[in-house]
């Protein structure tokens, strides 16, 4: 099987209203196995929130990661996506999220590194056309002369592959800081004394407003790959809502690793 | 007891477990790596539970290798870095 290029596909975009946290975590599943089972095409789906949370990865331990006393106390909700990598500390409006479902065939005997360049590639080119020289740094950051813009993460299912990335539009570095147990070990090889350098928002560097970013993104997608608006579909939202309530929303999956 | 370790040019490994016997018990692997299958994270732990302290690392490696399912892809994690997490979680608390 051959490789195949972003203009090979009928990329789909979705920009619906603010949604819950849980119900993000469940259409990345369920989106990913659309586009996998070829019921949907390739899509990008920019994420909107209606409340804070705390994003934590598939292999995360709960109780290493977030303060839940801290949590509570700021009205943070604290949820599971299904990819591996960091937590996000994400309050409306302060982050860019958003998530590409990409065949396969896209990453066709790339390497993981590769794999995240590629996916990343668009997302470069916008911030440059915004100002911002960034670049991809292995293994799934998103980096700037002035620090951290944001994280990547990959999976893969099916026939498809889910890259979803956080970057920081604006950040209450303090707040952040008091809920997500940020460790010495983990900022050893990083280069920084403080967790609160680590992150350098977007706001400071474009001063536009988040949409006009947003719009930037968008449309630098829409010249390099392509893409028309799409909407979820109302089965597609039905299957997400399903999985909020038997999977996402459940104890059991929050506390996978405890 | 407890350990982390900052896999270098990969990503945070953690192993979290006690001892019972003298042998490895409850033990739960953690971090910010990516794991494929995910299915692969609770037989990594139970490759590792119930071995004795006494065993060397090249052994557990293959352990943890032997287990996992096949097609198993690990990006920012190794069954080696593991392996060292869990030394540091048995000698938590002594001077580094």
Same mark, same amino acid.
């Given at each position: 099987?051959?490789?195949?290029?972003?203009?090979?596909?009928?990329?789909?975009?979705?920009?619906?209203?603010?949604?819950?946290?849980?119900?993000?975590?469940?259409?990345? *599943? =369920? @989106?990913?196995?659309?586009?996998?089972?070829?019921?949907?095409? %390739?899509?990008?789906? &920019?994420?909107?929130? /209606?409340?804070?949370?705390?994003?934590?990865?598939?292999?995360?331990?709960?109780?290493?990661?977030?303060?839940?006393?801290?949590?509570?106390?700021?009205?943070?909700?604290?949820?599971?996506?299904?990819?591996?990598?960091?937590?996000?500390?994400?309050?409306?409006?302060?982050?860019?999220?958003?998530?590409?479902?990409?065949?396969?065939?896209?990453?066709?005997?790339?390497?993981?590194?590769?794999?995240?360049?590629?996916?990343?590639?668009?997302?470069? *080119? =916008? @911030?440059?056309?915004?100002?911002?020289?960034?670049?991809?740094? %292995?293994?799934?950051? &998103?980096?700037?002369? /002035?620090?951290?813009?944001?994280?990547?993460?990959?999976?893969?299912?099916?026939?498809?592959?889910?890259?979803?990335?956080?970057?920081?539009?604006?950040?209450?570095?303090?707040?952040?800081?008091?809920?997500?147990?940020?460790?010495?070990?983990?900022?050893?090889?990083?280069?920084?004394?403080?967790?609160?350098?680590?992150?350098?928002?977007?706001?400071?560097?474009?001063?536009?407003?988040?949409?006009?970013?947003?719009?930037?993104?968008?449309?630098?997608?829409?010249?390099?790959?392509?893409?028309?608006?799409?909407?979820?579909?109302?089965?597609?939202?039905?299957?997400?809502? /399903?999985?909020?309530?038997?999977?996402?929303?459940?104890?059991?999956?929050?506390?996978?690793?405890? | 007891?407890?350990?982390?370790?900052?896999?270098?040019?990969?990503?945070?490994?953690?192993?979290?477990?006690?001892?019972?016997?003298?042998?490895?018990?409850?033990?739960?692997?953690?971090?910010?790596?990516?794991?494929?299958?995910?299915?692969?994270?609770?037989?990594?732990?139970?490759?590792?539970?119930?071995?004795?302290?006494?065993?060397?690392?090249?052994?557990?490696?293959?352990?943890?290798?032997?287990?996992?399912?096949?097609?198993?892809?690990?990006?920012?994690?190794?069954?080696?870095?593991?392996?060292?997490?869990?030394?540091?979680?048995?000698?938590?608390?002594?001077?580094?």
């Amino acid at each position: 099987m051959s490789r195949s290029d972003w203009r090979d596909h009928d990329w789909q975009l979705i920009h619906a209203a603010p949604q819950p946290p849980l119900l993000h975590m469940a259409l990345d *599943e =369920a @989106l990913l196995d659309a586009v996998g089972a070829g019921r949907r095409p %390739p899509t990008l789906r &920019l994420w909107e929130w /209606a409340s804070p949370a705390v994003v934590i990865g598939r292999f995360q331990s709960l109780r290493n990661e977030v303060d839940f006393d801290a949590a509570q106390r700021h009205g943070i909700e604290v949820v599971r996506r299904i990819s591996g990598g960091g937590a996000m500390f994400i309050e409306p409006g302060n982050t860019i999220t958003y998530s590409i479902y990409a065949p396969l065939a896209m990453v066709e005997g790339l390497s993981f590194q590769e794999s995240y360049a590629l996916m990343d590639a668009w997302v470069l *080119e =916008a @911030l440059r056309e915004l100002g911002i020289e960034a670049w991809y740094q %292995p293994l799934n950051d &998103l980096a700037s002369a /002035a620090g951290k813009i944001g994280g990547a993460a990959q999976t893969r299912r099916g026939g498809a592959l889910l890259h979803h990335v956080t970057m920081a539009y604006d950040i209450d570095a303090a707040k952040m800081l008091d809920v997500l147990r940020i460790g010495r070990e983990k900022l050893s090889d990083k280069g920084t004394a403080s967790a609160a350098k680590r992150v350098d928002p977007l706001r400071s560097q474009t001063g536009l407003p988040r949409a006009g970013v947003v719009e930037r993104m968008l449309a630098t997608f829409r010249r390099l790959h392509g893409l028309a608006d799409d909407r979820l579909r109302e089965e597609e939202l039905a299957q997400a809502q /399903a999985l909020v309530r038997d999977k996402f929303g459940t104890a059991a999956w929050i506390t996978d690793v405890p | 007891m407890h350990g982390e370790y900052k896999m270098p040019g990969g990503k945070l490994v953690v192993v979290d477990l006690d001892l019972r016997d003298g042998r490895f018990a409850g033990v739960r692997l953690s971090g910010d790596f990516f794991l494929e299958p995910d299915a692969a994270l609770p037989v990594i732990n139970a490759a590792l539970e119930g071995q004795p302290t006494g065993i060397d690392d090249a052994t557990l490696v293959a352990a943890i290798d032997a287990a996992l399912p096949a097609g198993t892809t690990m990006y920012g994690i190794s069954s080696a870095a593991i392996v060292v997490t869990l030394r540091r979680a048995l000698h938590e608390g002594a001077p580094a």
